[in-house]
């Protein structure tokens, strides 16, 4: 209790305003303790106004997790390909409006109504690779969009996306983050060592341990690689520091097409973000998941709280509140103690 009280005191000194009695620390405390439906198995990281307020691990079984340990990003990987995009705008190399036949003109004809700003915000048209099985302009979630944009700013850059990745990770001081050069799993363990395959669930409830056999192609959709830790400092370096001019950054967080999502039947998508209202206040998020490992980034700006929820566990077609049931845990207990205190007599 002592513990916490100073917490808040800090908090207090530099603007963030909470009555004494909401004690934050245990309410996450027993959020992450409640038993699941499904197991987690993960690092839970909180900061508010730059003081962290938890950090947890939780593991399967007798398995070890760190905080400094190895997840794949999973679809939280397009935030960071939207950002490799959106620095190419500010350097002039990129435009936003122009076909993607500007940028690789052996595409089809299909390609010439579709611009990078359609890529960004999943308004391609595009399934996966190249089908079109929709309208141009509107919604419909594309990794192969994403990966086309790897592929375009790895060409006007003249270096592969696993450069790109080190090149901005380097900028936000992100030591232990990268996009992996083979699809190997052989090949990563012999240059990350410290990198372990995440829990795959079978059809029969049964856990066991798989490998990552990703195509390079994946990395700008699912295939980024990183720690809890890393991606508290992406969060960081995106939301509140200078990597992206304003005008760009701006971009990345205009609320775009709108789609149905369990957090709320409004939500609307960015660039390689989404965007939505939680109870007044701007939320600004993205979840993922592959084969093996599970993520949540969230920020709230007016409040300056991160949240990174990282997982080495998958579960087998389930719904996204089970595979997802800690990470909402863990939002609702924000919302309900910073965003909408209670008020005290």
């Known amino acids: 209790m ?114 990078i700003h359609h890529l960004l915000n999943h308004t391609s048209g595009m399934g996966e690779g190249t089908s079109i099985v929709g309208k141009t302009g509107q919604f419909l979630y594309s990794n192969g969009g994403y990966e086309l944009l790897g592929q375009i700013t790895a060409r006007i850059e003249a270096k592969t996306f696993p450069q790109q990745v080190k090149a901005i990770a380097k900028m936000c001081d992100m030591q232990e983050t990268f996009a992996n050069e083979k699809a190997d799993p052989f090949f990563l363990k012999s240059l990350h060592p410290n990198f372990e395959q995440g829990w795959v669930e079978d059809k029969k409830g049964a856990f066991s341990r798989k490998d990552v056999r990703k195509e390079v192609s994946q990395n700008p959709s699912l295939g980024i690689i990183s720690t809890p830790e890393d991606m508290m400092k992406w969060s960081k370096c995106l939301h509140t520091g200078d990597l992206l001019s304003p005008s760009s950054y701006q971009k990345m967080i205009t609320p775009g097409p709108r789609f149905n999502h369990r957090w709320s039947e409004d939500a609307r998508y960015g660039y390689g973000l989404q965007i939505q209202k939680a109870f007044g206040s701007l939320e600004i998020s993205h979840s993922g998941k592959t084969r093996g490992f599970k993520s949540t980034l969230i920020y709230y700006p007016q409040e300056q709280v991160h949240i990174v929820i990282m997982e080495n566990i998958s579960l087998h077609n389930s719904s996204e509140s089970r595979n997802f049931g800690m990470h909402d845990r863990v939002r609702k207990v924000v919302i309900d103690r910073i965003l909408t205190p209670p008020v005290l007599d």
């Open 2 to 115: 002592i513990k916490y009280f100073l917490i808040l005191t800090m908090l207090s000194g530099c603007g963030y305003q909470a009555p004494k009695e909401l004690n934050l620390t245990t309410f996450l405390s027993d959020a992450i303790a409640q038993k699941d439906p499904a197991p987690f198995s993960g690092v839970i990281l909180i900061d508010v106004q730059d003081w962290r307020i938890i950090d947890r691990v939780k593991s399967y079984r007798n398995t070890k997790v760190l905080k400094n340990q190895l997840f794949v990003l999973g679809d939280v990987s397009k935030q960071i390909t939207a950002a490799i995009a959106l620095k190419l705008v500010d350097e002039g190399k990129l435009s936003l409006n122009a076909p993607i036949t500007t940028y690789m003109p052996e595409l089809g004809s299909w390609a010439k109504k579709i611009t």
